[in-house]
């Protein structure tokens, strides 16, 4: 019976007879290709667990900071606005002592001005009381010489 059994063609699964060694051959490629296969993907299913667990990992830590990290940034936003607040202060500061200057320094200009025209005048004023008194000491001159007449000719030579 044994004998008769290795002639009688073999069944596969899917109900159709086979070539005993061309197919246990491509049988046993297509086995060994689906061992490789599920290797890979279970392979795969961890490294894809680790990136998951990593994940998970990362999502509890950013939960565990978000709190902290959210009232350091709004204490930097704080701090940045204050800054702002403080910068703007200072520009209108900035902004009244600069017109202030300007004024002390029109103010000063002016002041040099009038200066300046009181000296003026007062130099007009001497010049004219000097031309004043030139003039009036001519004419004294020209009064005493012509009282003493003989005294003008021995002083004109």
Same mark, same amino acid.
């Given at each position: ?23 246990a051959? @491509? ?5 060994e290709?689906?061992?490789? !296969?599920? /290797?890979? *993907? =279970?392979?795969?299913?961890?490294? #894809? ?15 565990? @900071? ?9 204490l !930097?936003? /704080?701090? *940045? =606005?204050?800054?702002?607040?403080? #910068? ?28 300046? /025209?009181?000296? =003026?005048d ?12 030139f ?23």
């Amino acid at each position: 019976m044994a004998s008769n059994r290795s002639l009688l063609p073999e069944i596969g699964p899917d109900g159709l007879a086979r070539e005993a060694s061309v197919i246990a051959y @491509t049988e046993k490629i297509i086995e060994e290709e689906q061992l490789q !296969l599920k /290797k890979y *993907i =279970e392979e795969n299913y961890s490294k #894809i667990r680790g990136v998951e667990r990593e994940l998970a990992n990362l999502t509890m830590e950013m939960k565990l @900071t978000a709190g902290p990290k959210k009232a350091a940034l709004e204490l !930097l936003r /704080k701090k *940045i =606005e204050s800054s702002t607040e403080r #910068i703007h202060v200072a520009k209108q500061k900035e902004e009244q002592a600069r017109k202030v200057w300007e004024a002390a320094s029109k103010a000063l200009q002016d002041e040099e001005a009038i200066k300046q /025209k009181l000296c =003026e005048d007062l130099n007009n004023l001497v010049q004219e009381s000097s031309n004043s008194q030139f003039s009036r000491l001519e004419e004294l001159k020209r009064r005493l010489e012509a009282l003493n007449p003989a005294r003008s000719s021995t002083m004109g030579n």
